[in-house]
């Protein structure tokens, strides 16, 4: 069974243009959970563009069904999550400068600092996943760290589908195949995450079964403002299950 991972920061994004307070993620989340979605995945960043640590608490009081935190390797994040203790913390590269996260992390370098906060963050009794390129030295790099799981950073995939180039896309895929099978040859469980939409997920679902989770955001807050938060979830999650078939 393939899991889904709904990421609402951009519920908060929507509610932060205004500073009002609506639309409220931690609502957004009853509805993906009442629709079926497996998880509900925030990212709380150093500059609090959009998720803030009040909504950080008020899910993990709410949320039923799993709540991942995505976070920046930073201190202060980190004691956040030790306190809170969400299911899952999924560290990330950050980048004040960017309007998403561009890539992955870079573990082949020596990461005393996340090593000390992975250590941290299991201790508090966190599972911890990596954000990072489908590469075999990152993937053994996440071993040696201790991780528990890695999600692939999916935006060279997700760029390669805008245009023609089925060769190139295929490379991809296979790339992220192998990548795949060598993270859980290692014992690491596998998320995917960034670009995916109701367009590429499904090759990528059909073709790389060893993806356990996909955690999506901006696909699905963008196909709610057409037909509702729950129709988006449940056609989202309807893909997956079809691949799963």
């Not at 670009?195 to 901006?218: C, F, K, M, S, T």
């Not at 699905?220 to 988006?232: C, D, H, N, P, T």
């Amino acid at each position: 069974m393939k899991r889904l991972g709904v990421n609402i920061d951009h519920v908060a994004t929507l509610r932060q243009a205004r500073k009002t307070r609506y639309p409220n993620p931690v609502a957004a989340a009853a509805l993906v959970e009442k629709a079926g979605g497996d998880q509900i995945t925030v990212h709380l960043r150093e500059d609090r563009r959009h998720i803030q640590d009040g909504d950080v608490r008020e899910l993990r009081r709410t949320v039923r069904t799993r709540l991942n935190l995505e976070m920046a390797p930073i201190g202060e994040i980190v004691k956040i999550a030790c306190e809170v203790k969400p299911d899952t913390a999924t560290l990330v590269p950050e980048r004040r400068q960017e309007l998403t996260t561009e890539g992955g992390l870079d573990l082949c370098r020596a990461n005393s600092h996340i090593a000390t906060f992975i250590h941290q963050l299991k201790k508090a009794g966190i599972e911890v996943s990596l954000f990072i390129e489908p590469d075999a030295k990152q993937i053994e790099g996440a071993v040696r760290l201790g991780a528990d799981q890695v999600e692939f950073h999916t935006g060279r995939y997700c760029l390669l589908t805008d245009n023609t180039d089925k060769k190139e896309i295929q490379k991809e895929l296979m790339r992220i195949k192998e990548s795949a099978q060598f993270a859980k040859e290692k014992g690491l469980a596998v998320a995917a995450g960034h670009g995916l939409n109701y367009d590429n997920i499904e090759d990528l679902a059909r073709q790389v079964p060893e993806i356990e989770e996909y955690n999506i955001g901006h696909s699905v807050v963008s196909r709610a403002l057409f037909v509702g938060l729950e129709k988006a979830v449940q056609e989202m999650k309807e893909i997956l299950q079809g691949v799963a078939k």
